[in-house]
């Protein structure tokens, strides 16, 4: 029901005039804004929602709303016998976009769980809590806090694994970090200076370190390259 603002009217849905005092009725912008809400809220998502749970948690946020913004604005829709509501169609596009990229994320993401350290002004990866995706990019930050390492082990003997990309936050890559993981084929480490424990056993295929197929992907002189060199591992430069 609706109720003409200038004389308390009883107005029906369609009719935006009032029969008694003739004042307009507005149109209805609340889907509207619903939908620029949605949007916003999806912008802390993929910036500040890097762990993976929160991620998608925040995804799923955004897409009920939408969901709802919808059915707010369908309502809204119908202004008078001629005309639609403009600002309910623009919020069902927008909603409607919105729900479709947000979707497509969600099916496309690899969900996993890291467990990790946190520390006041860092984070340390520790290792994992369930089956890994096949390619994992590691998240440069957590909870608002750079990932600064991956300890001690945190990968050793996960079978999951065919190739992991480590971001330039990372600035320490412990010992046997990623040791005997057989079925490992790439390792990707962006920041040219991460110390790489000095180690063969830290990043390797199997128990005795018998395998030298594992590629290390790094920058032209970083640190990952002279890891490479010495261990006898393939080498292939980032632009």
Not at 4 to 14: F, I, P
Not at 44 to 49: A, I
Not at 199 to 205: D, G, Q, V
């Amino acid at each position: 029901m609706y109720y003409c603002k200038n004389c308390g009217q009883l107005l029906h849905e369609d009719e935006m005039i009032c029969s008694q005092c003739g004042v307009k009725r507005k149109q209805e912008i609340a889907g509207f804004i619903i939908a620029i809400l949605s949007v916003l809220f999806a912008v802390p998502c993929f910036w500040f929602f890097e762990d993976s749970r929160n991620f998608t948690l925040g995804i799923i946020i955004v897409m009920v709303v939408s969901v709802a913004g919808i059915i707010v604005c369908l309502k809204e829709r119908r202004t008078d016998s001629d005309r639609k509501n403009p600002f309910a169609i623009a919020g069902i596009i927008i909603l409607i976009l919105n729900l479709i990229f947000n979707g497509y994320i969600l099916l496309t993401s690899d969900s996993y769980k890291v467990t990790y350290d946190l520390y006041e002004d860092h984070v340390e990866i520790s290792g994992y809590e369930e089956e890994l995706p096949k390619n994992v990019s590691l998240p440069s930050k957590i909870q608002g806090h750079p990932v600064t390492a991956i300890e001690d082990s945190a990968f050793a003997e996960c079978s999951d694994i065919t190739s992991v990309t480590l971001s330039e936050n990372v600035t320490v890559i412990g010992k046997c970090a990623f040791y005997a993981c057989p079925n490992l084929q790439k390792i990707t480490i962006k920041n040219p200076n991460c110390t790489i424990y000095d180690a063969e056993s830290t990043i390797s295929k199997d128990a005795d370190n018998s395998s030298k197929s594992i590629k290390i992907c790094g920058y032209s002189g970083s640190t990952a390259q002279a890891y490479a060199s010495k261990y006898n591992l393939p080498f292939e430069a980032l632009d």
